[in-house]
């Protein structure tokens, strides 16, 4: 945290997102980041189908392949270049696929108690379902994947 905050104080916004880095706090304030430019697609997607008449179920399913495309490609460029993957590139990506499918199904299990059963409107869900989801792909990704 303390290198954070010393390359805040200067605004060296170089070190906080682009120099590799196997800080985990600095990694962790990356991995939002990037988080917020793959939920901005996800969630985009997400509403443009949904809108378009897609069940928002499916929609999500969609969204989320969007997501996770993105945040793979800018995690593995910004978040973790520092840390070598423990297996090659195409089983990397798979690792990384299945830790976010378990994310989409507490997605959807979220989005569904939310939204089917509690009348939340579906973006609504989608907000608090990322935020929650976002803790479990973070710490799976770095422990699993990127220790």
Known sequence: MKKFFEYLKVFDLKAI?????????LQFIRYVFVGGIATIADWGVLYIATESGLYYIISAVISFVVGL???????KLLVFKANEAKVGSVLEFISYGIIGLIGLGLTMA??????DICGVHYML?????TVLVLFWNYIARKKILYR
């Open 17 to 25: 997102l682009i120099t590799p880095t196997t800080n985990s706090f």
């Open 69 to 75: 495309t993105v945040n793979f490609a800018l995690s």
């Open 110 to 115: 979220i989005m569904y108690v939310m939204t």
């Open 125 to 129: 869900s989608k907000v608090l379902a």
